[in-house]
């Protein structure tokens, strides 16, 4: 059994901050480089950021770059994504899923997604 579960979320104001968790059940998320995706109502599934399975390579969208940092530990064996500074069009479902690290930072899911975790940035 294979699976991803993602935690942290909440409902903030604009300028606040959340930290996500990803962690895997049936296997070590810590041999592969995962991403953290977001999909808002109405729009398509976007890439946020990304970490190699190291932890020593991280890429960003424009979109989030200086406000999110990707990290990783491997005991526990987790993903996080720190959010601060957050805008209303933060606001979204983000998902992290094991995927494919490129060297220009571009990153590809294998397609395999937890239940996702809620963000709601509002004044």
């Known amino acids: 059994q294979l699976q991803l579960a993602e935690s942290g979320g909440g409902s903030v104001q604009p300028g606040g901050s959340l930290r996500l968790s990803c962690e895997a059940s049936?296997?070590?998320?810590?041999?592969?480089?995962v991403g953290w995706f977001r999909q808002a109502p109405g729009k398509e599934r976007e890439g946020v950021s990304c970490?190699?399975?190291?932890?020593?390579?991280?890429s960003y969208a424009d979109s989030v770059k200086g406000r999110f940092t990707i990290s990783r530990t491997s005991a526990p064996d987790r993903v996080y994504l720190e959010m601060n500074n957050l805008k209303p069009e933060d606001t979204a479902t983000y998902y992290c899923?094991?995927?494919?690290?490129?060297?220009?930072?571009?990153?590809?899911?294998?397609?395999?997604w937890g239940q996702g975790t809620q963000v709601t940035v509002s004044s």
């Open positions: 899923s094991v995927s494919d690290f490129f060297s220009n930072g571009y990153c590809r899911p294998d397609g395999s």
């Open positions: 049936g296997f070590t998320l810590s041999y592969h480089a």
């Open positions: 970490i190699n399975a190291e932890g020593r390579s991280t």
